[in-house]
C-alpha cells in the first residue's frame, strides 16, 4: 500500500492522489455483468445518473444503449480519466458534487457502485436521504453494495441490516443477485441489488 498524503475521503484530493498514482483496487476496468444482465431485460431505456463515476465505463455502455445517462464525480482527476474513456460522451461527465448537484430532467435510476461505500459509516443517512430526494416514486436505484465489518476504508462495508433500516423507510428490495466478477477488493462481499422508491 502506497503512502499518500490525503487520508479524508471526503475531500476530492484524497481520490485525486488515487488517481494519479493509479491505484485504484476498486476500477473494474470495464462494464459489471450484472449491469449488462439490467440492461438487457430492462424495458426501456432510462434517465440515469452515476454518482461517483471514477473511470465511467458505465457511462459509455448505457449511453451507447440509448440511455440519457450522466456520470458525475467530485475528483478532477477522475473527470479528466472518465471523459477520455467514454470518447464522444464526454460531455456527459460532469465535475460536480452528488450532495449539490441538481438533475436537469428528472431521473428514473441511480446506479451505485462504489460509491455508499466510499463514504465513512458517518455520511450513509445523507447518500440514502439524496438518493431519496433525488429518484421520484417508482425511480429505481441499482446496482452493486458492499457488506462488510472491517473498521478503516475505503471500501467501507456496511452490515446488511444497517442497510436495509437506512433504505426501507424510501425504498423496497425488488430484485437481488450474486457478483461473478468481483474484484478481489469486494470478492465474497458484494451483491447486485434493485430497490424501487416507495410513493409516498
Ligand atoms: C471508490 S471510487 C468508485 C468509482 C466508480 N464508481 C467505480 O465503480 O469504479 C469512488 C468515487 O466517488 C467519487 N466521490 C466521492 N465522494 C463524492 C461526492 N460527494 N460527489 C461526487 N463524487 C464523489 C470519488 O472521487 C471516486 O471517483
Keep these: 500500500m502506497p503512502e499518500f498524503a490525503s487520508r479524508d475521503p471526503l475531500a476530492p484530493a484524497f481520490w485525486d492522489e488515487r488517481f494519479d498514482r493509479a491505484f485504484t483496487p476498486w476500477d473494474l476496468g470495464g462494464v459489471p455483468q450484472a449491469l449488462h444482465a439490467f440492461v438487457a431485460r430492462d424495458a426501456k431505456p432510462r434517465t440515469v445518473l452515476i454518482p461517483g463515476c471514477g473511470n465511467g465505463y458505465e457511462l459509455a455502455y448505457l449511453a451507447d444503449a440509448g440511455w440519457d445517462a450522466i456520470a458525475i464525480d467530485f475528483s478532477p482527476a477522475a473527470v479528466s ?8 460522451w464526454a460531455q456527459r461527465v460532469l465535475e460536480a458534487d452528488f450532495f449539490s448537484w ?52 475505503p471500501p467501507f462495508g456496511i452490515a446488511r441490516t444497517a442497510l436495509e433500516d437506512l433504505l426501507h423507510p424510501d425504498f423496497a428490495l425488488i430484485e437481488e443477485g450474486e457478483v461473478v466478477d468481483s474484484l478481489p477488493v469486494f470478492a465474497g462481499l458484494e451483491r447486485w441489488m434493485v430497490w424501487r422508491r416507495r410513493r409516498g
Aim: aromatic fraction near 14%; glycine fraction near 8%; charged fraction near 15%.
Design 102 to 153: 441538481q438533475p436537469v430532467h428528472a431521473l428514473d435510476l441511480i446506479y451505485e457502485r462504489a460509491f455508499l461505500c466510499a463514504m465513512p459509516p458517518a455520511m450513509w443517512p445523507r447518500v440514502v436521504a439524496r438518493w431519496a430526494e433525488l429518484l421520484p416514486p417508482g425511480a429505481l436505484l441499482a446496482g452493486f453494495f458492499f457488506f462488510g465489518s472491517a473498521p478503516k476504508g
Design 81 to 88: 480519466r472518465a471523459r477520455a474513456q467514454v470518447g464522444p
